[in-house]
């Protein structure tokens, strides 16, 4: 063996060789001992602590192609940071799979589920549907969707400064719906009266006179009034939720707003046209 121990000292029996010691180009010369033999250890060397594992900050998978090859190497390793002593090491890894094959179109159509209603005709008239479950029947109906939408008048104009009442102001026709609905109705205008005038406005279902009352303004008494703001109303104690204001599937219907005077005066008034006056109605479905 060419290193040995004697007591407290190392003893070294071999061949020693200074590489680069004569040459002023490099700047760096080392120092190679070899035992005699070819084989030597240092006993006074201990043994270092096991490095920290490497830790691997996200593990992914990404799919492939069928008919494309697997990229090479996979998976994938980046370094995020090498580490040090006493710190870990930082990567990142990737798997690349390939897809599943793509599989082949099915005969089966929703339409022909045993728990779908077969009553409804499926048809270009049906586009837009969807499905209802009826717990009567246990089954799922197609329906149109109960998405409403807005009108509004294509034009409105002013009224004449006399004492004619009750005046319509503006009519909104709405078509027929694939469900039932109710109207929701806003309004307004300024009306130009005498000082014992008081106008409302009234927005009427179906009839300008009799109809369903869906949207109410009270007014208030003098010349020069503030505006009428109509919302959707209904008189207390109407069958709400019911029939009242409400506009069966399939039904076309009209919206009237009218102004009537109120007070026991015969003086004239007038309202405005267009933008002042304004007149909106919403649909909104029902169950």
């Known amino acids: 063996m060419g290193i040995t121990v004697d007591g407290t000292d190392i003893v070294f029996d071999g061949q020693v060789k200074v590489v680069n010691g004569f040459n002023p180009d490099t700047g760096v010369a080392y120092l190679i001992l070899t035992p005699d033999g070819g084989v030597g250890t240092l006993p006074f060397f201990d043994d270092g602590d096991p490095g920290l594992p490497p830790v691997f900050d996200s593990i992914t998978m990404e799919e492939v192609d069928p008919e494309d090859d697997l990229p ?11 580490g040090g002593p006493g710190i870990a090491s930082h990567y990142t890894m990737k798997f690349y799979v390939h897809k599943g094959e793509p599989g082949s179109l099915g005969a089966f159509q929703l339409r022909d589920a045993s728990d779908v209603d077969s009553g409804v005709t499926l048809d270009s008239t049906a586009d837009g549907y969807t499905f209802v479950y009826d717990s009567a029947t246990d089954l799922f109906i197609p329906e ?9 008048p294509s034009a ?86 019911g029939s009242y204001g409400r506009v069966a599937a399939g039904a076309a219907a009209t919206v009237y707003l009218r102004a009537e005077q109120k007070a026991a005066s015969s003086n004239s008034w007038s309202t405005p046209a267009d933008p002042d ?7 909104s479905p029902l169950l």
């Open 72 to 82: 090479t190497p996979n998976p994938t390793v980046t370094v995020v940071s090498t």
């Open 156 to 241: 409105i104009a002013s009224t004449a400064f006399n004492n004619t009442s009750p005046r319509t102001l503006a009519t909104v026709a709405i078509p027929a719906q694939p469900f039932p609905w109710r109207p929701r109705v806003f309004g307004s205008t300024v009306v130009t009266g005498s000082s014992d005038t008081r106008v409302d406005l009234v927005a009427r279902l179906n009839n300008a006179s009799s109809g369903d009352q869906v949207g109410y303004s009270k007014g208030l008494a003098g010349a020069t009034p503030p505006p009428n703001i109509l919302i959707p109303a209904a008189p207390a104690g109407s069958a709400m939720p």
């Open 144 to 152: 149109a969707q109960r998405v409403g939408d807005a009108y509004v």
């Open 277 to 283: 006056t304004t007149f909106w109605v919403e649909i």
